[in-house]
DNA sequence: ACAATAGTGAAGTAGCTACTTCAGTATCGA
DNA sequence: TCGATACTGAAGTAGCTACTTCACTATTGT
């Protein structure tokens, strides 16, 4: 699974942008093509194609070119990735804070 | 919870670099000072300072002065809003796979 | 009181990001 | 074959990001 720093980066920097989020969750609801995905968005095709970019580059969607349309797909394993991410730091953090109760429910047993 | 797009833009954007992923994974294991944060970052004080703020303008981290020592701490509820923007899109797709799947062993099934 | 510690704030800067426009190419449909 | 469609790519630009240094304030330990 990708835990490469840099491929992180990449994903997370694709997730900071609104416009890139409402791609992703146009595509989360299935495959799209390029203008299909500029349509709900206010900038030009041009924009779109570089968000596009941005998002394939992190891994994040892949694309493939059939005649003159690009259909754009969700990748699953780098959103896993990401989420797994997250997912890790609040465990150990949630973990933490249960040790932490356990131990305040135990001392105060000892009175 | 905050699932106002602005406040993702923040925590996405702080997720997107690896110097405050270091120091969110550091606060995953526990609250830290400002220096413990900076202490295995090769950049000055003043750079962890400006990228604990962005960490703090995210919702992601609180921190709390007490004397001269600034007490970081992660916070749980925007980790969660993070981690559950990517798992309702991850879980949108993969039901689409399912049912994809289920139409294809029934299509299958009428030969 | 004084030195060391812990952090703050401002200014400067190199490089990156999110657009724009415009000019182009390939493919499709009648 | 010809016009519409679906992108593609380059160049330009305003604004942002991740630092740096340096000068500073507040707190603590001796």
Redesign the interface.
């Known amino acids: 699974m990708l835990h490469d720093?840099?491929q992180?980066?990449l994903m997370?920097?694709a997730?900071?942008?609104?416009a890139r989020?409402q791609m992703?969750?146009r595509?989360?609801?299935?495959p799209a093509s390029v203008s299909q995905l500029a349509e709900p968005l206010a900038m030009s095709l041009s924009a779109v194609v570089q968000h596009l970019n941005v998002l394939e580059a992190s891994g994040l969607v892949r694309t493939e070119k059939l005649g003159r349309v690009r259909t754009c797909r969700?990748e699953?394993q780098a959103?896993?990735a990401?989420?797994h991410?997250?997912?890790?730091?609040?465990l150990?953090?949630?973990r933490?804070l249960d040790r932490l109760g356990d131990f305040l429910a135990e001392t105060k047993d000892e009175t």
Chains 1, 2 share one sequence.
């Open positions: 720093p840099a992180l980066d997370f920097q997730l900071a942008d609104p989020r992703v969750d595509l989360s609801r299935g969700i699953l959103l896993r990401a989420e991410w997250i997912n890790e730091r609040r150990a953090w949630e933490r």
